[in-house]
């Protein structure tokens, strides 16, 4: 399996931004997209994940309401899209799967696979 993240950029406070992961490699829908991020000096945090099987999605407390998980318009991928970003979204995003469904928070040992990240800025 392999996983390919793109998207990010440079954005204004308050301003919108769409990151997708595109997947490949799995053999079924049973499986869940994860999106995880790191902020300079700070350790990756968990951000949102979304089980294709069932389209159930999950958001940290930090991005409910402005984040919005789902699956891409191209198959095997899913797209995070941000709104209303913050300084504080400033980090690399990292995007990961795992097979099965996830149902909330899941700790980065259980994501089997992990893209490259990519770097959004949010800077005015």
């Known amino acids: 399996v392999q996983l390919q993240a793109s998207g990010g950029g440079l954005v204004q406070p308050g301003g919108s931004l769409r990151l997708s992961c595109a997947a490949s490699?799995?053999?079924?829908?049973?499986?869940?997209i994860g999106w995880f991020r790191q902020a300079p000096g700070k350790e990756r945090e968990w951000v949102s994940c979304?089980?294709?099987?069932?389209?159930?999605?999950y958001y940290a407390d930090s991005v409910k309401g402005r984040f919005t998980i789902s699956r891409g318009s191209i198959k095997d991928t899913a797209d995070l899209q941000m709104k209303s970003l913050e300084f504080e979204d400033t980090a690399v995003y990292y995007c990961?799967?795992?097979?099965?469904?996830?149902?909330?928070?899941?700790?980065?040992?259980?994501?089997?696979?992990w893209g490259q990240g990519t770097l959004v800025t949010v800077s005015s």
């Open positions: 979304l089980s294709r099987a069932d389209g159930n999605s």
């Open positions: 990961a799967a795992r097979h099965g469904v996830c149902s909330g928070y899941l700790a980065e040992v259980n994501w089997s696979y």
């Open positions: 490699g799995f053999t079924s829908d049973y499986y869940a």
